[in-house]
């Protein structure tokens, strides 16, 4: 493994780590947020092994940009997430 892959996953470690903290305080919609946001970074963790796959990159940017609906339109972010879960699953099918 690359050395810049193993430090980056170690920061996502990290984040889940206090993530998995701090949502015993925090509100319970902090949770999907908190995951998916963490499903972006690793994305771009896989992005920098394999930066030719769009797939990836389209799904990330998809993400990026509905993850922060969380705070004004709960159904349309719950499409973002059971979306997510469709292209995942269909890159994943494809390998």
Do not use: Q
Not at 17 to 41: H, T
Not at 59 to 75: A, S
């Amino acid at each position: 493994m690359k050395p810049l892959t193993y430090e980056n996953l170690g920061h996502l470690l990290c984040y889940l780590a206090s993530s998995a903290r701090g949502l015993l305080d925090e509100p319970a919609p902090y949770g999907p947020f908190r995951l998916i946001d963490a499903v972006s970074r690793l994305i771009k963790i896989l992005e920098a092994e394999d930066p030719e796959d769009e797939v990836l990159v389209n799904i990330r940017t998809f993400i990026d940009n509905g993850k922060y609906l969380l705070m004004t339109d709960m159904d349309a972010f719950k499409k973002v997430l059971d979306d997510t879960v469709i292209a995942l699953a269909t890159w994943l099918d494809r390998k």
